[in-house]
């Protein structure tokens, strides 16, 4: 059953026409980015990136903001859903 969360293994694909939600199990095109760090392992200028579909932007955020990780929540570039 999937818990929604990154697996480990790699960034989220960001190449193509569009960028994929980086929850679990999720094929849904991605609409956020979730910038995040660990302050324990990366310097504070380093970012990391997780993607979202509307769908899971508030459990990813959640996931990375109880342990202190999320530093800021952006419009996935290329979005379907929110270019203009």
Same mark, same amino acid.
């Given at each position: 059953?999937?818990?929604?969360?990154?697996?480990?293994?790699? /960034? /989220? /694909?960001?190449?193509?026409?569009?960028?994929? %939600?980086?929850?679990?199990?999720?094929? !849904?095109?991605? !609409?956020? !980015?979730?910038?995040?760090?660990?302050?324990?392992?990366?310097? !504070?200028?380093?970012?990391? =990136?997780?993607?979202? %579909? /509307?769908?899971?932007?508030?459990?990813?955020?959640?996931?990375? #903001?109880?342990? #202190?990780?999320?530093?800021?929540?952006?419009?996935?570039?290329?979005?379907?859903?929110?270019? =203009?």
């Amino acid at each position: 059953m999937s818990d929604g969360f990154p697996t480990v293994g790699g /960034p /989220p /694909p960001v190449d193509g026409p569009h960028r994929i %939600c980086s929850a679990r199990g999720c094929r !849904a095109p991605a !609409a956020w !980015a979730l910038h995040w760090n660990n302050p324990r392992l990366h310097t !504070a200028e380093r970012r990391k =990136t997780w993607l979202a %579909c /509307p769908e899971h932007r508030r459990s990813l955020g959640d996931f990375l #903001g109880a342990r #202190g990780f999320l530093r800021e929540v952006t419009p996935a570039d290329g979005s379907p859903t929110l270019d =203009t």
